[in-house]
């Protein structure tokens, strides 16, 4: 049974910086992502990393956020800069396992920006 461990939330004024970690158990991870839910909101992916290291971000955050994993800890990492009200948001971990591409996702994690 995978198992994912977020940290890092919390709330910051605009412009600040976050950093938010997700250590995962076991296994090898194909894919390893942020995605993040707004009130009212559906969720949407943040930015995904793959074994390889190639990368992906969503529009509103290139530039800004970075994201980076550590295969020996099986840790992925989002460096979240220049933040703004509009990332105001419940940021959720998610991993594809590579043997089986079954995903599993973390608790969550609020990261709040005041203006």
């Known amino acids: 049974q995978v198992q994912l461990v977020e940290s890092g939330g919390g709330l910051v004024q605009a412009g600040g910086s976050l950093r938010l970690s997700c250590a995962a158990s076991?296994?090898?991870?194909?894919?390893m992502a942020w995605y993040r839910q707004a009130p009212g909101k559906q969720r949407e992916l943040v930015a995904a990393?793959?074994?390889?290291?190639?990368?992906n971000y969503a529009d509103s955050v290139k530039g800004r956020f970075t994201i980076s994993r550590d295969n020996t800890k099986n840790t992925v990492y989002l460096q979240m800069n220049s933040l703004k009200p509009e990332d105001t948001g419940v940021y959720y971990c998610?991993?594809?396992?590579?043997?089986?591409?079954?995903?599993?996702w973390g608790q969550g994690t609020q990261v709040t920006v005041s203006s």
């Open positions: 998610n991993v594809r396992q590579m043997s089986s591409s079954r995903e599993y």
């Open positions: 076991g296994t090898i991870f194909s894919v």
């Open positions: 990393q793959t074994l390889g290291g190639s990368t």
